[in-house]
């Protein structure tokens, strides 16, 4: 079954995915496309559209997978569970890493084809007799944060073919193929089920009687503050909409579930030197496991500490910072890299 030449593309009718396509063919493989149907939105018929005339185009079989069973109640539903739950969810970590490259694989193994692939902007490496996801070379768009949960029998089918390639290159090797609607699709942000904010997304979604109603805003010390709208409006460290005014910067710093309230209080108290991780994934344990060159990151974006890892006797990932980092959120994820920035693993924070 281990054909070199077949590979199955996800084709979500972007940029990235079309010019994966395009190159993959051009790297001699036979390239078959499938589109995943995760849930219902207006652009979905547009994006297959896109999806089917490029595959018809490039002479590429395509299917669509109807997978808006699974994405309610693995995705959606999780993420409004998370909020109610008071813990902050990463839907894009689970789908990656739970649904989107498993299914591939899944799809993949039905047809007989061994190679999976997406327009993901990540690196592959093999060393030491591991499979390494490393950062894309335009480090602007590089999505190594949300795959830290992938084992190695996915690893080692994966081909990743914008690796090496910026999104500008992307756009202008398609406009140069004659793909201009490829070429200048816009860049997908955020949550794709969820494109408004959040809280108006739970308003939505969730029955008016699951939501707690008005609960109280406290300091550190249980002075009430003021009223609240509900406590899975709030995530730890939001400063901004809090709908509250004080003569001081105050963020989130704790949220009660059971009681309904919403703890604030200044920066300086939200910073956190530890962490515990379930549902954690390892790629290489003798790299992670308390190794001093570890990095963590909790956010796409942001900061990178420095970290050692253990593991504690009921087998969760204990993070020991190296300096304090804030707004640590239980239900966020935390990703482990090596200094040339090769994914280790990571976890959930609880
Ligand atoms: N609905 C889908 N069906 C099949 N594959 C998908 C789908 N959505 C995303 N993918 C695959 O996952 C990759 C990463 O998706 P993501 O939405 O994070 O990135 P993107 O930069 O918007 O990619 P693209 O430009 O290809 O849409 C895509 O390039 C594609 O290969």
Redesign the pocket.
């Known amino acids: 079954m281990k054909s070199k030449k077949r590979v199955l ?10 010019v ?1 396509a395009m190159l993959l063919q051009e790297a001699g493989y036979e390239v078959a496309g ?3 149907r ?1 849930y219902d939105s207006e652009g979905f018929e547009e ?1 297959l559209d896109d999806a089917r005339n490029l595959a018809s185009r490039l002479n590429i079989p395509h299917i669509i997978y109807d997978a808006r069973e699974l994405f309610r109640e693995r995705i959606i539903r999780y993420f409004i569970d998370e909020y109610l739950s008071a813990r902050t969810p990463v839907p ?1 970590t689970l789908c990656n890493n739970e649904l ?1 490259w498993p299914l591939l694989a899944k799809i993949a193994d039905e047809m007989g084809i061994y190679w999976i692939s ?3 902007y990540v690196r592959k490496v093999f060393q030491d007799n591991h499979y390494f996801i490393a950062p894309a070379a335009d480090r602007d768009k590089d ?1 190594t944060f949300f795959l830290w949960g992938l084992k190695q029998d996915i690893l080692e089918r994966m081909i990743l073919p914008m690796g090496d390639w910026t999104k500008d290159e992307v756009r202008t090797y398609a406009a140069g193929r004659g793909f201009e609607r490829a070429a200048t ?1 816009k ?2 942000l955020g949550v ?1 089920f969820c494109p408004m904010d959040y809280r108006s997304f739970l308003q939505r979604e969730v029955p008016q009687e699951l939501l707690p109603g008005k609960g109280r805003f406290l300091d550190e010390s249980g002075t009430f503050l003021g009223w609240h709208e509900g406590y899975p409006f709030y995530t730890i460290g939001q400063r901004r909409g809090l709908g509250i005014y004080m003569n001081r910067a105050v963020f989130v710093k704790e949220i009660r579930k059971a009681s309904n309230e919403v703890i604030l209080a200044p920066l300086a108290s939200l910073y956190k030197k530890e962490m515990l991780l379930k549902d954690w994934n390892i790629v290489d344990t003798s790299r992670l496991l308390n190794s001093p060159n570890v990095i963590v990151k909790i956010r796409y974006r942001k900061q990178a500490n420095y970290c050692t890892v253990g593991i504690t006797a009921e087998n969760l990932l204990h993070v020991q910072l190296h300096e304090l980092l804030e707004s640590i959120a239980s239900g966020q994820a935390a990703a482990f890299y090596d200094e040339d920035g090769l994914l280790l693993g990571g976890g959930i924070i609880i």
């Open positions: 593309l996800g084709m979500s009718g972007g940029t990235d995915s079309s994966a499938v589109t995943f995760f994006s894009c989107k997406t327009g993901h999505q699709k860049d997908s794709c």
